[in-house]
């Protein structure tokens, strides 16, 4: 198809928010309301063909499960905009609808026609950009004045994500789950354990609270390359002092802290990265005994992501996925447990929803792509920078939001 291609590049950049339109002789019960988000409704026909689109873009997960996610989100995102008199222009969609059109290197009429083209109408196109926008202008509305960077935070930024940087950390990481019934209480406790500058002190937090393997030493990671740690964590970790904690940090369904114990200049430098390769393998059963078991048997049979394709090909092939993308666009939870291993190595810290019930993931990172040195702008930079901070305040309210929302399935 003509457009397939560029609807794909669009499909990696982003995943959510476009529907398809159903035949008319199939519509009867589609529209019937089946979640209420505070005042506002989800109907079957939106969560059906989210289902469809995830499931056509092959992401990770179970589709309707995501769908349900994405579409709560969005309507929790509107809510919060209207509470506060935020309504887009027509100018404003117009842009934003050439913005996003530009990620596919098409103009907004050539993408709205290629995407009515795969069923999607202009005006589902439209809903989804109009919500995007909106929620940008609220968090910038709502946080800007929070987000003040520095030129030492610039300096620090472009040491770190330029051409490589010869600066490593020595980092104890806490990660507390954090489901939709407890994310406030656990966000409040985050914020307590934030203030934390003592190194005793946080061990003995990470021994109480955190759900990662690494509780058991206190949750101290071993040294490691800036490069390595996730673009938007990077600012956060620069900007501390030894002892000192990160803000909360938002995973999928948990919350992170991250002390800095120690940092110092190595005697090479190490390479930034454009992409990033690595597979996930889900193993039904979570955290159980049987499921760990299995994990490491994999884990044993294979040196490399390529192996792992002939150890499990007698599992459903939607079990096991492998990406290759830009180190921004990896969810956090898999960027943070990628940035401590090496190509060939494997992590199982994580676990899904599977749609079946929670899975075990056991991760394995294929390799890193090097960027050439390039000269970065320092006001590009500072942009970054911004960007980060607000998508960081932007997580804590959506949090916050959904802590406090009315969420009722029919």
């Known amino acids: 198809m003509k457009y397939a291609k560029r609807l794909l590049i669009l499909a990696m950049l982003v995943i959510g928010g476009i529907v398809t339109l159903p035949a008319a002789s199939s519509a009867q019960g589609l529209f019937d309301p089946v979640i209420k988000v505070n005042d506002s409704v989800i109907t079957r026909y939106e969560l059906e063909q989210r289902a469809r689109l995830l499931s056509v873009l092959n992401a990770p997960g179970d589709p309707a499960r995501l769908a349900r996610e994405q579409l709560i989100e969005e309507r929790l995102k509107m809510g919060a905009a209207r509470a506060s008199s935020l309504e887009l222009t027509e100018e404003g969609v117009q842009a934003g609808l050439t913005e996003f059109a530009a990620r596919g290197n098409m103009g907004p009429e050539e993408f709205i026609t290629a995407m009515e083209g795969e ?67 656990i966000r409040a406790r985050a914020n307590q354990l934030s203030q934390i500058n003592s190194i005793e002190a946080f061990s003995d937090a990470v021994r109480r609270f955190s759900a990662a393997e690494t509780s058991r030493n206190g949750g101290k990671l071993d040294w490691m390359q800036i490069t390595k740690l996730p673009p938007s964590l990077r600012p956060s970790i620069l900007s501390l002092a030894p002892g000192q904690v990160t803000d909360p940090v938002g995973l999928e369904g948990a919350i992170a802290l991250f002390q800095l114990r120690a940092i110092e200049e190595a005697g090479v430098k190490s390479p930034d990265y454009t992409a990033i390769d690595y597979a996930t393998y889900l193993i039904p059963g979570g955290r159980s005994e049987a499921a760990l078991q299995q994990a490491a048997n994999v884990a044993a049979r294979v040196d490399t992501c390529d192996d792992l394709y002939g150890v499990v090909k007698e599992a459903p092939a939607q079990r096991l996925s492998r990406d290759a993308r830009k180190p921004g666009d990896i969810p956090s939870d898999i960027a943070v447990e990628l940035a401590k291993l090496d190509p060939g190595e494997v992590s199982t810290a ?61």
């Open 119 to 185: 069923g999607v109408a202009e005006q589902t196109v439209r809903d989804f950009v109009t919500t995007g926008v909106t929620w940008r202008q609220l968090i910038a509305a709502r946080f800007g004045s929070r987000v003040q960077i520095t030129e030492a935070d610039v300096d620090k930024a472009l040491n770190a994500m330029t051409g490589g940087s010869s600066v490593r950390v020595l980092l104890s990481e806490l990660i507390m789950p954090a489901p939709p019934q407890q994310a406030a209480e």
């Open 350 to 410: 994580l676990t899904r929803d599977s749609g079946e019930g929670q899975a075990l993931v056991l991760l394995m990172l294929c390799g890193r792509t090097a960027a050439s040195q390039q000269d970065a702008s320092r006001e590009e930079v500072k942009q970054s920078l911004r960007s980060d901070r607000l998508e960081s305040h932007a997580q804590s309210y959506l949090a916050q939001l959904r802590a406090d929302a009315r969420i009722v399935s029919e």
